[in-house]
């Protein structure tokens, strides 16, 4: 939307200036009665507004923060039209299943504001979008973004590996050199490059969670050892840049064909994992993944922020987690009309967390999940299979 900061209403007393070598009468100032960039409320009377406006024409906020919205509308013929809409300031992106739909949303949003239709999706936060409508395939990738970081590291022709991290990383701070023979210059850079490479875990880079992870562990004194593991990222980039996550409409999650379980189309699913005491502070590093169309949607890999007494606690830990982020996207899901129609599966390996969670015992092994364990043995929305 074109100039959208400047047309919400200013609600609070905002007094201005002329700018440069105008100057007003003395005495008097200029009052502001709508919004301009700069204000810290600018951001929100601008979503405010909005909100407002597409409440009116008939969504519905999906997340109550006026982020995700959706509305629906009956047609005569029985079949139902959808319009799926995630906006960020004055930046939307639209999905809907009825061109016509489209086209009358944007003509009515264009009485009130001045909007810019971009087309199909190609490309989105630095991220490439390939869709092939006929056989339901949606591909994200971010290979243009990894070649910029190479360049940008001087690391375009490096000799590419075929793994993110050597097996059984564990990065220690004993390995950073002392305060006083800091160089600020090796700092900067490390951050610099460390920072570079979350985006891409945020987007469709989820095989390089746990290094990633690791390494701004140290972002204020890197030793030797940390500036290796963060230069071996950029080498896997350089042998998968190419590579990208790929929806299909009616897949599922073939991890779980291993375990001879089924699931319909647009079932969610998810697998939960973590180590013991791994790391120099004993606490335990863990990790989970939700499928849906046969690829993740939602990942992460981080240290737990308390010390597991067993391994039980520490898989339990984890997939708690994993089963509070499930219980939100079921709800989103079936809010946007796919509805769950089984509950849940978890695929998780440890046997004392599987009878943690179905209430057979072996709560010694985990005196201090007395919480955790009464909220999700009463959950029906998920259950755990044994990989």
Not at 51 to 62: E, I, P, Q, S
């Amino acid at each position: 939307m074109k100039g959208a900061f400047l047309l919400a209403e200013c609600k609070e007393r905002v007094d201005n200036n002329l700018p440069g070598k105008y100057r007003l009468p003395k005495g008097t100032v200029l009052q502001c009665r709508r919004l301009i960039y700069g204000l810290k409320q600018a951001a929100h009377g601008c979503n405010h507004m909005f909100v407002k406006l597409l409440l009116d024409y008939g969504f519905v906020n999906l997340d109550n923060d006026g982020v995700t919205f959706v509305k629906n509308v009956n047609k005569n013929d029985g079949t139902q039209s959808k319009i799926l809409l995630s906006i960020h300031v004055d930046d939307g992106l639209a999905a809907c299943s009825d061109e016509a739909m489209y086209k009358v949303f944007i003509a009515a949003m264009s009485k009130d504001f001045d909007p810019s239709d971009s087309g199909e999706l190609k490309w989105f936060l630095g991220g490439k979008v390939e869709q092939d409508r006929e056989k339901g395939i949606v591909r994200l990738s971010q290979e243009q973004y990894c070649n910029d970081v190479l360049k940008r590291f001087k690391t375009s022709d490096c000799t590419p590996v075929d793994t993110p991290c050597e097996a059984n990383l564990h990065l220690a701070a004993s390995d950073s050199p002392p305060l006083d023979k800091r160089d600020a210059e090796v700092v900067c850079n490390y951050q610099q490059l460390i920072g570079a490479c979350m985006y891409l875990t945020c987007f469709t880079l989820w095989d390089c969670s746990f290094e990633i992870s690791q390494c701004p562990r140290f972002m204020s004194n890197p030793g030797p050892t940390h500036i290796a593991a963060a230069k071996r990222i950029l080498r896997y980039l350089a042998g998968t840049r190419s590579l990208g996550i790929t929806y299909n409409q009616g897949d599922m999650d073939p991890s779980l064909l291993s375990v001879e379980v089924e699931t319909g189309p647009n079932q969610l699913s998810a697998s939960a994992d973590a180590d013991h005491a791994g790391a120099d502070d004993r606490r335990s590093v863990s990790g989970w993944a939700i499928m849906l169309a046969g690829a993740m949607i939602a990942w992460s890999s981080k240290r737990q922020p308390v010390s597991a007494i067993s391994s039980t606690e520490s898989e339990f830990y984890r997939v708690s987690q994993c089963a509070f982020d499930c219980v939100y996207l079921w709800w989103m899901m079936e809010l946007l009309g796919y509805q769950q129609t089984a509950p849940t599966l978890i695929a998780q390996d440890n046997n004392g967390c599987i009878f943690l969670i179905k209430g057979s015992g072996m709560y010694a092994r985990a005196p201090s999940m007395s919480t955790l364990a009464s909220i999700e043995s009463g959950n029906s929305l998920w259950e755990t299979s044994l990989k």
